[in-house]
């Protein structure tokens, strides 16, 4: 099956800092991405969609200056949380779909961020 | 935009004893419907999915259930077993808007499989 890698798993950063997420599809091309938050016990809540070579649609409530992403190939997209602070805190996952199968989304393993 | 609701929130069972997780959705647009299974701090994956074309698909001990009309599907988990336990969650993809394959969660079901 497809794979999509995500990096870091685990990330610890003091507020005030940006952070980076990647989010990679190992072996098919992702037409479209996706970023969830995710909080402890809770469902998934999608973020923001990417597009490869557009700008992010995000969902209503989502800062668009303080979650940046970028989906600039066909491979990658990046998540950035600018200037981090404690409530940013949380899992963030990604997902990825490509043209061929557009409903199907695999996802990635998560990243937990804790900002002190 | 779509909304799933998902029950039960919680679900404990025996092992051996059989599970269903329930959810509907209100758009009616919506023609493609995944369960993810999501164990503690790892990535939900992909159980079994039901298109709005089928009534019912089963993959050996889990099955999925549509009925359209009434905008609701169904998870069955035959002879449970302890490592079935985890966060379930259904989904519901949104075809119409501006966000093609936009997926719509429900809560979460969290199963309890006891040996």
């Known amino acids: 099956g497809a794979v999509v890698s995500q990096h870091p798993s685990r990330v610890i950063c003091k507020s005030g800092t940006s952070v980076k997420i990647e989010c990679r599809s190992l072996?098919?091309?992702?037409?479209?991405m996706f970023w969830y938050r995710q909080f402890p016990k809770k469902s998934l809540m999608l973020m923001a969609t990417?597009?490869?070579?557009?700008?992010?649609?995000?969902e209503q409530g989502v800062e668009k200056d303080k979650f940046l992403i970028n989906h600039a190939s066909l491979t990658l997209s990046t998540l950035t949380v600018t200037s981090a602070h404690p409530e940013d805190s949380s899992f963030y996952i990604c997902?990825?779909?490509?043209?061929?199968?557009?409903?199907?989304?695999?996802f990635g393993a998560g990243t937990r961020l804790s900002v002190l | 935009g779509e909304n799933v609701e998902q029950h039960p929130s919680t679900l404990s069972v025996q092992e051996g004893d059989s599970a269903v997780i329930k959810c509907t959705y209100s758009d009616s647009a919506s023609n493609y419907f995944p369960w993810y299974k999501q164990e503690l701090g790892k990535r939900p994956q992909l159980i079994i999915d039901i298109r709005s074309n089928v009534g019912e698909k089963k993959d050996q001990r889990i099955a999925v259930t549509l009925n359209k009309t009434a905008k609701h599907f169904s998870l069955h988990i035959t002879e449970t077993q302890p490592e079935d336990s985890a966060v379930y969650f259904c989904a519901a993809i949104w075809a119409g808007g501006t966000s093609y394959g936009k997926l719509t969660f429900g809560q979460g079901t969290i199963l309890t499989v006891h040996p």
């Open positions: 997902s990825a779909a490509s043209s061929e199968q557009w409903d199907i989304q695999y």
């Open positions: 072996d098919f091309q992702a037409t479209t």
């Open positions: 990417s597009n490869e070579g557009s700008k992010a649609t995000y």
